[in-house]
């Protein structure tokens, strides 16, 4: 028997992966390689791994997630820690957080000239 996969994309850097039925939404980026979500105890503690579901809403379930990283308001707009957070669709997301500078900065979205800076 075969899980269900759900596509997950990370607005913020165009990157998109797999995630299987059962795995949490870090679980299924770090399995493939990838490193668009930042991640830290994967256990829910740290909130590292902070993001808000864009499309896909209701497309998912959640373990307990601290009240010190997440609170009700938060999961009324849909962010959540990625680390307890279950597709059951696909799902577009943001990453949110003190972290997301990082990750735009690693996927080589922030402002640069090239052809200015080659010149010099």
Same mark, same amino acid.
């Given at each position: 028997?075969? +899980?269900?996969?759900? $596509?997950?994309?990370?607005? #913020? ?10 795995? =949490? /939404? /870090? $679980?299924?980026?770090?399995? /493939?390689? %990838?490193?668009?979500? @930042?991640?830290?105890? =994967? ?13 896909? %809403? ?7 997630? +601290?009240? &010190? =990283? ?6 009324? %707009? ?8 279950? @597709?059951?669709? #696909? ?10 500078? +990082?990750?735009?900065?690693? &996927?080589?979205?922030? +402002? ?6 080659? #010149? %010099?």
């Amino acid at each position: 028997m075969t +899980s269900r996969k759900y $596509q997950i994309t990370i607005i #913020d850097t165009g990157e998109k992966y797999w995630c299987r039925e059962g795995e =949490h /939404l /870090l $679980q299924g980026m770090l399995s /493939l390689g %990838k490193k668009g979500i @930042p991640s830290g105890c =994967h256990g829910g503690g740290c909130g590292v791994c902070k993001i808000q579901v864009q499309k896909g %809403k209701g497309l998912y379930r959640n373990k307990s997630m +601290s009240r &010190a =990283h997440i609170s009700e308001k938060d999961e009324l %707009k849909n962010i959540v820690l990625a680390c307890r957070t279950f @597709p059951e669709g #696909d799902i577009e997301l943001t990453v949110v957080g003190g972290i997301k500078k +990082s990750v735009m900065r690693s &996927a080589g979205t922030f +402002s640069f000239n090239y052809s200015t800076a080659k #010149d %010099k």
